[in-house]
Structure formats: C-alpha cells, structure tokens
C-alpha cells in the first residue's frame, strides 16, 4: 500500500491550495480517509503529534476539524484513487505538513508542506 500527497507549497494568507493523495493497493471507496497535519516543531516520526483536519467516509461523508471548517473541502475521485483537500483562505496558523492516512490502518503518506506565509 502507498498513499502519495503532492500539491503543498508556499503561499500568502488568504490563498489557496490543493492537495492529493494518490493511492495504490488500497481502494479508497472503500474505507475512510482523512488528511492530519503536523505543526513545525514537531518529530516527523511521531504520528501522535498529527492532528485531523478533515475526513471521509467510504459513503461520501465528510467531517471537519473547527479550525478548518467552511475553509478546506475533502473529496475523492474514485476513478483516480484519489482524495483532495481543497484549501482556501489560508492562514499562517495552517502552515504545517500534511498527511493523508487510511483511517483505521497503518498506512500513511509521506506528508507534504503547507506554509502560509503573512
């Protein structure tokens, strides 16, 4: 199984990104899938630190975290194996690394940067 993320990058508060997860051995449908993030400071290695940020059901329902709520959007396109975070109106309090992981599973990605500049 690997979960690949891309999309991260710099940008200025009050912009936006996309973020994907592309995966393989592993079918996205059909399990829940979310996207945690990792504050700067923290030890890569220790997952205990990243904290979710938004999720999907295999039926197609999200959940956010407050922070992010009415600013960030999950969604899967299942014919890529994929899953998105749509990112708007960023802040600098966003800039992190973000992972997506497979719900319930030991699998995660390697994580991509988000920094929000201000």
């Not at 994929?82 to 030991?106: F, R, W």
Request: net charge neutral; hydrophobic share 35%; glycine share 14%.
């Amino acid at each position: 199984v690997q979960l690949v993320e891309s999309g991260g990058g710099l940008v200025q508060a009050g912009g936006s990104l996309r973020l994907s997860c592309v995966a393989s051995g592993i079918t996205l449908d059909r399990c829940a899938i979310g996207w945690f993030r990792q504050a700067p400071g923290q030890d890569r290695e220790d997952v205990t630190t990243r904290v979710g940020v938004a999720s999907l059901t295999s039926g197609g329902i999200a959940n956010y975290a407050d922070t992010v709520k009415g600013r960030f959007t999950i969604s899967r396109d299942n014919a890529k194996n994929t899953v998105y975070l749509q990112m708007n109106s960023l802040k600098p309090e966003d800039t992190a690394v973000y992972y997506c992981h497979g719900i319930g599973t030991v699998y995660w990605g390697q994580g991509t940067q988000v920094t929000v500049s201000s």
